[in-house]
């Protein structure tokens, strides 16, 4: 039986969605190891619309996450209540500002910030059933709220957003582009990725370390 990883998706774009490139390169690593994915994406509302090319918000106009991050897988996603986790061996979560703002509204709250309800539901039963959890890039700083306090991810080395961590109960470790972090007992795994890279090669390699660590968790 091939090893089944979920991915949860935020929307298209780095800005407003889930950042494209760390989307592909992830669902790369895992073909290339032979693991099956399914993408899955809230059906809600984006928090706003930016054009990539400005990076200002388009005034007046609206789209669905869910909508906007098939666009990212092909048009192969499900809707994340639909998300079982009893059907996966993992769940990554790759970056992007869709996650402070379409799966949490940690760009506005801080560390004030809630997460989308059918987030939270949907990896509860990863953590119950000890699954391998991955998130990546902005992703990790909603560690604290979906899973709990006292588990160690990394976002890199910004001080505002691992001090958002740390205030929300969670434990930042200050990690390089090409590295992860993972907490062994709370078999999670994180990696900078765009919080860092300059270049796609720089996020590849964190990317690819992490799906292998998750390979490896999965057994």
Do not use: W
Request: aromatic share 4%; glycine share 10%; net charge negative.
């Amino acid at each position: 039986m091939t090893k089944q990883v979920a991915v949860v998706l935020a929307g298209c774009g780095v800005f407003d969605g889930s950042e494209i490139y760390e989307t592909t390169l992830t669902l790369l690593r895992l073909d290339q190891l032979g693991i099956g994915y399914r993408c899955f994406a809230p059906d809600v509302e984006q928090h706003h619309v930016i054009n990539h090319l400005t990076q200002a918000p388009v005034e007046g106009d609206k789209r669905n996450v869910l909508q906007e991050s098939a666009r990212l897988a092909r048009g192969e996603i499900t809707p994340i209540t639909e998300l079982n986790a009893d059907e996966f061996d993992a769940v990554i979560v790759p970056g992007g500002f869709g996650v402070a703002k379409n799966l949490s509204d940690f760009a506005e709250q801080g560390d004030g910030m809630q997460v989308l309800e059918s987030l939270k539901e949907a990896l509860a039963g990863f953590k119950e059933e000890a699954k391998p959890i991955g998130l990546m890039c902005i992703a990790p700083v909603m560690v604290p709220r979906l899973l709990g306090d006292g588990i160690a991810v990394t976002i890199g080395h910004d001080p505002s957003v691992s001090g958002a961590i740390s205030a929300m109960g969670g434990l930042h470790r200050s990690c390089s582009v090409e590295d992860i972090v993972v907490d062994l007992e709370h078999r999670v795994v994180t990696t900078p990725a765009y919080m860092l890279a300059t270049r796609i090669s720089e996020a590849a390699t964190g990317i690819f370390k992490l799906v292998d660590r998750i390979d490896e968790m999965m057994g």
